[in-house]
């Protein structure tokens, strides 16, 4: 089991918006602004899409967005077009000694 | 732009020890604020954080593998590596080094990402 949680599924339609939600604690996304997004396809290695909540590189389109409240994070991705199909990972720092924590992955389907 | 690569064997016996290089291209290993990090994914799985070597040497493991992991850097090669002891099927995976960003306190974010080595643990 993950530490960080997310939904194993969403899906939408080409156009369309959707948000991955990524929950954990206070002792880490709901207590530090060091959440970031990753989103990985298929055989390839994960690629970094939002960092510290809602900054994006300036490598990724500006469809990706991040947000938190509490002790939840959370990604959207606007106008859905079909190469955002893919798996996408949140992950936090935390003040435990594991210092790092990843969420299970969720997988974005684009019908 | 600063690239990594993994190298090392693909098949490593069960109770023997796993060790991986990882080569950093563009950028030297001991500039700027960063870490370099381990993180794998077994076939289907999610990602798990092994450890890191922060640019002055600090080092920092995930607790889970106990005192198996080994994480060194060779800044003359601009290399850094993983040793795994003790492998079993259950470190299967698919390995990945990563810049990471942050400081010696803090884990950031991880960019960029090497290809990653698929290492199975078979006899």
């Known amino acids: 089991q993950s530490a960080l949680t997310q939904p194993a599924s969403v899906s939408g339609s080409p156009g369309q918006s959707i948000t991955i939600s990524c929950t954990g604690t206070?002792?880490?996304?709901?207590?530090?602004?060091?959440v970031s997004w990753y989103q990985q396809h298929p055989g390839k290695a994960p690629k970094l899409m939002i960092y510290e909540v809602s900054n994006r590189p300036s490598r990724v389109s500006n469809r990706f967005s991040g947000s938190k409240s509490g002790n939840t994070a959370s990604l959207t991705i606007s106008g859905l077009q079909a190469e955002d199909e893919a798996d996408y990972y949140c992950s936090s720092y935390t003040s435990t000694n594991t210092l790092v924590l990843f969420g299970g992955g969720t997988k974005l389907t684009v019908l | 732009q600063v690239q990594l690569q993994e190298s090392g064997p693909g098949l490593v016996k069960p109770s023997q020890t796993l060790s991986l290089t990882c080569t950093v291209s563009g950028g030297s290993i001991s500039s700027g604020s960063y870490s370099w990090t381990w993180i794998r994914q077994p076939a289907g799985k999610g990602l798990e954080w092994l450890g890191r070597i922060y640019t002055t040497g600090s080092i920092n493991y995930n607790p889970s593998l106990k005192s198996r992991v080994t994480i060194s850097v060779d800044a003359s090669k601009n290399q850094f590596s993983l040793k795994l002891t003790s492998v079993t099927a259950a470190d299967t995976a698919v390995y990945y080094c990563?810049?990471?960003?942050?400081?010696?306190?803090?884990?950031?974010?991880?960019?960029?990402w090497g290809q990653g080595i698929l290492v199975t643990v078979s006899s």
């Open positions: 990563v810049r990471a960003g942050g400081n010696i306190v803090v884990l950031n974010w991880f960019d960029p």
């Open positions: 206070s002792s880490d996304v709901g207590g530090y602004n060091y």
